[in-house]
């Protein structure tokens, strides 16, 4: 559609948004240099809107299809797709759900929203062609938090409910992945992490759940909250699978500039070799000591900690006070990063990467007919977010981004004398679900205390792994280890899964 220059009434508006005192000539010359500019956007326009991220076009695929409630009990799945991955490959016949708000061409993508619903991306992201590639099928697409605000489960296409107890909820955001896996509905899933929305799921529904270093896997063609803290990252039954997975999914993108030089990757499942005899473990005494811990999960983190240590492994208690603080830091980044990238149409701006156009342009268009629809969580960090940059001109965004440095530092400085930093993943089981409650009284009671947002921050690798139950609740030890090494951290959690698994094959 040709551009349609502005006139001075538009020039007019849009300068007393931007503080402009336009006068009558300003506004004649404006307009006649705008109409003049015009050519610059039809010379964009004029080629060909739709670049492929890879081969979605050769191979068999079927359009995504709403699963109906009785096949659905827990919420988990918002469609069920059918894409052939390639034959052979090192996933070869294996069946993965994506988290919906991970592109799959010809596939609805709904981020868990009435917002989006009915969009249909014509491009597959970069880590559902490398799945494909490598011979994964793609099953369908995980039910997930609305537009992945909350960490609970609770979705525009219904309550994602534990598998472990239907009265308790799943997690999220990546709810619906989690489910899948732990049902065995699929061999494994595809979830996305911004602020614990792999690992907090996975430690609520008895799974492993990896978010690997920041800019390990890319994120192109997949919807996120902030480009910051967006992390994708793999949810399976055991460590093997999800190693196996991020081997495939891991590497540069050529699509995103923003880093020239290539990430270091590993065949990271070959490396799980189960010694833990020299390897060295602090325990985060500030990711245990919270009034909302739960004793009873902490009891079980502690036992999976002393099964390394019976594995060899040495312990350690460390401290970083400013670890109480990085919830805070988050919430005041988060604000103004996401009204960002609500300006940017969903995406954002000035970040050197490929756009999904498709995407931009309906969302740019949803998002100003259907706001309204917009959950809570997400309207409150948005009013909070434009206050805070019109009234404090991002002071506070800076000073939060300042101090994600300092925390990144003072996370390296423990790392540099330990292998891992352990801690729970979170600090109490699945949270009652309470349907009674609309999304304003949710907003306000309904909370996982968890340790993971830090790490969404500073970029480090992290994993969920399980250590056992409370009342029949899964919990989750996290382990977090240093930038680029994902290997370590995937490494200690399978042996602390063998570990547990031939206790109880013993007991």
Known sequence: MPIRPPTKDDLRALGDSLFFDL????????????EQRAEAYETVRSYDPVSRLG????????????????????NAWVSRCYVAGDDGGELDGMEIAVKDNVCV???ELTCGSQVVEGYVPDVDATIVTRLLEAGADITGK?????FAMTTTGHSAFGTITNPHDDDRLAGGSSGGSA???????ADAAIGSDQGGSVRIPAALCGVVGHKPTYGLVPYTGCIGLAHAIDHPGPM???????????????????????????????????????????????LLQEGFDHPDADEGVLE???????????????????????????EDIHTVCTAEGLLDAMIGEGLGHGWKAWYNTSWIEFFGSARRVQADDFPAPLKLSLLVGAYTNDAYHSRYYADGMNLVVELTERYDALLAEHDLL?????LRTAPEHEPELDQYDRLQTEKVPANTTAFNRTGHPAVSVPVGEVDGLPVGLMLVGSRFDDATVLDAAETLESALAGGESDS
């Open 23 to 34: 006068t009558d000539e300003e506004l004649e010359f404006f307009a006649e240099m705008a």
């Open 55 to 74: 081969g979605s076009e050769r191979r068999e695929r079927s359009a995504g299809v709403r699963v109906p409630d009785e096949d659905n009990p827990h």
């Open 105 to 107: 061409a010809g596939v």
């Open 142 to 146: 995980a039910n997930m938090d609305d």
């Open 179 to 185: 489910v899948v896996v732990a049902t065995g509905e």
């Open 236 to 282: 399976a039954r055991d460590v093997e699978t999800a190693a196996r997975i991020l081997s495939v999914i891991a590497g540069s993108n050529e699509r995103d500039l923003r880093d020239a030089s290539p990430v270091p990757v590993e065949p990271y499942h070959e490396n799980l070799d189960g010694d833990a005899s020299e390897l060295s473990i602090g």
């Open 300 to 326: 079980r983190v502690h036992g999976g900690l002393e099964t390394l240590e019976e594995q060899g492994a040495s312990l350690e208690d460390v401290s970083e006070p400013m670890h109480r603080d990085a």
């Open 422 to 426: 352990a801690m729970p993943t979170t």
